[in-house]
């Protein structure tokens, strides 16, 4: 490693492979409560792991181009990048997001809520603040 900087793509890393490891698990849970409509079927109904499956793939992705990112950049410029505080905090907010989703699928919480409580809509059922972390 050239660049100091470029440790913060390690951090990116190890969370997209955990959430890795959570889309290829939900897979096999889902395929297994498709098969055997019992399994499960009380604690994680199949909508909600369907959820889980699908938005754990576009996190995973995302986090894994983040750290791509902060590996190449200080490469590619031959300059270590500005502050790696915001590049952290970045990975916290993406967490911090990422887990609030889960809770909020699992539990249902703040249901009709505006912004608190999900869509509904598929594929784009998060919350409102999680989409604005995202964005910042």
């Known amino acids: 490693m050239k660049y100091q900087t470029q440790k913060i793509a390690y951090a990116y ?37 369907r959820m889980l499956h699908t938005n754990s793939l576009v996190v995973w992705l995302l986090t894994g181009f983040f750290g791509a ?18 590049a952290y905090l ?3 907010i993406l967490v911090v997001g990422t ?18 409580g999900n869509e509904g809509r598929e594929f784009i059922e998060q919350p409102k603040w999680v989409k604005a972390g995202i964005v910042v």
Request: charged share 10%; no cysteine.
């Open 13 to 49: 890393f190890l969370v997209a492979m955990a959430l890795f490891a959570v889309q290829v698990t939900m897979g096999l849970v889902l395929g297994w409560i498709y098969v055997d409509g019992n399994f499960l079927s009380e604690i994680l109904p199949f909508n909600i792991g």
């Open 90 to 92: 970045q990975l916290l």
């Open 69 to 86: 990112a902060y590996y190449l950049v200080p490469e590619e410029s031959e300059r270590e990048i500005h502050s790696t505080k915001l």
């Open 99 to 116: 887990a609030g989703v889960v809770v909020t699928y699992l539990f249902n919480l703040f249901d009709g809520n505006f912004l608190l």
